[in-house]
């Protein structure tokens, strides 16, 4: 008999509550029916990525075996899918984009020292640029010209992701950091630098965590840039959603990039605040929509719904 884990016997949104904070506050500008549809995709990649981290009992066995079921249509049987298989077929995910997710999640098994930032990218479009392309089926959003700019709003809240949780990624093991920036600087020699966050080895650090979140501005910008392609409730929603996941980044800045402190999360005041500045970004509905700088996808060139 297969173990679950909270993720996986939670309803969606309790899931959602939990695990992803900012998520949910963004939720509540869905409406019901596309909040209950963004909360089930949570929730599907929560369990996902929970499988993947070993939170779940042969986790990375299930993901495996979930993914060979996905590409030959074969019948694992695991309860995971099974409960899930209606609404993604419902959705019409594809598969190919579902199956790059699970790949970019199983890269996490193997120990991580990321090389390059196109190899950062790369990881990045794996695990969260291609949940913006599945939230364009849930969004009701079937414009082709919003697939890039959904990419890159999953590329930068990644960026953003990575950037707060540097000490906690080297605590399992990991370092996203790439040595192109930080030089070939092991996990464990990351948790040692902690203790001496003003050394020079340390700010080397702090300087890649600057750079990463000037890199995430950038997808921001194309990101929020789309937000037009999208219905109106869900271009409110998305706004809300990339602003206060946008935020933990500018709190780090202020704070001159603590990586060694502690993880940032941001109140229910300026969760307020970020949400009345989404709605600034309703203008863009009034302009006409700048094509998609395909220079931010030189890194990931080939991938499922790049072009």
Known sequence: MVAT?????????????????SFHWARRFLGQNMGIKAARLYQFCRVLDDMADGDIEHGPKRL???????????????????????????QKFPTKVIVALIDGLLSDQKPVRVKSEAELLSYAYHVAGTVGILMCNVLDCDNEQALGHAIDLGIAMQLT???????????MGRRYLPASWVGNLAPQQIIMLAKTPDGDAALKVTNAVSRLLT???????SGITGLSYLPLRAH???????????????????KNYPWHGGRQSTSISTKVRCSLRAFVTL??????????????????????HVR
Request: net charge neutral; hydrophobic share 40%; no cysteine.
């Open 5 to 21: 884990a909270h993720s996986e016997t939670m309803t969606a949104d309790k899931a959602l509550a939990a695990y992803g904070k």
């Open 64 to 90: 495996s075996l979930i993914r060979k079921d996905l590409l030959t249509a074969g019948t694992a049987n695991d309860p995971l899918l099974e409960h899930f298989r209606p609404f993604l077929t419902q």
């Open 161 to 171: 992701n990575i950037a707060r949780d540097v000490l906690e990624d080297a605590g």
């Open 215 to 221: 890199l995430a501005e950038d997808y921001y910008k």
């Open 236 to 254: 409110i929603s998305i706004a809300v959603a990339a602003l206060v996941y946008r935020q933990i980044g500018v709190q780090l800045a202020q």
């Open 283 to 304: 203008r863009l509905r009034f302009q006409k929509t700048p094509p998609h700088d395909s220079n931010l996808h030189d890194a990931i060139r080939g991938f499922p």
